[in-house]
């Protein structure tokens, strides 16, 4: 696993970018795995802009999201779906079709995990996975437990994460409780992965990195075990 301090959020944004260039300049029909939240907003901006530059194509790219809200509309403004479209697939020449996110509409909640890991292996899995993390080292929507799910799932969202995600939401009540993630094991048979962390609030998730324990206390720290990793932080999240 490497940790790269960049100077600033830009400067980590575009670091993350210089991946998805190599990545889609060798291999154009890449399966991406992308991830919601505030910090990869620099990151789709600057993807839009090397699209638009000409730079990279994404007109035979795959992509599915970590996760999604349960249970969600994907119309709701607040919907992983609808960010997704907003931040990133508009602004690209990306096929709608071609972009997946797990179905916050499902009814039923013991399959709709499987479905979604199926069709990740039909695509031949996914060639670079997109992470953010929580302030309490969830990723995705794998929360701190005293064990954690392979597949993916419908799980519950901690306090602390509900507390975190209510700014989005006009109050703390409408921030739904559940969440269709994608469980470790499929983040972790990603060929790649890159993990964006910026600013001081994710300083233990760092810390927790630097150290060689395996905890799912932080479940971030599942990442120390898989051969392709790259951490890109910025200073405040790096110095604390
Ligand atoms: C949500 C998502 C995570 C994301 C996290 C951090 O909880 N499920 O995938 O990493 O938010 O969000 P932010 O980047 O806004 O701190």
Redesign the pocket.
Known sequence: MKIIVCNSYEEMSAAAGKLYVDLLTEKPDAVLGF??????LGLYQFLAEQNKAGVIDFKDVTTFN??EYYPMDPAHDQSYRYFMNKNLFDNINIDKANTFVPDGTAKDVETVGAAYDAAIDAKGGIDLQL?????NG????NEPDTALVAGTHVTDLTDD?ID??ARFFEKKEDVPTK?V?MGMGTIMKARQIVCII??AN?HAVIEALQNDLVTTDCPATFLKMHPNVTILCDKEAYEG
Not at 35 to 40: F, L, Q, W, Y
């Open positions: 991830a919601t939240g505030s910090t990869p970590l996760d992470l953010g993390v929580g302030r969830h990723i995705g929507f994460t975190a995600n969440a993630t910026s600013g994710k």
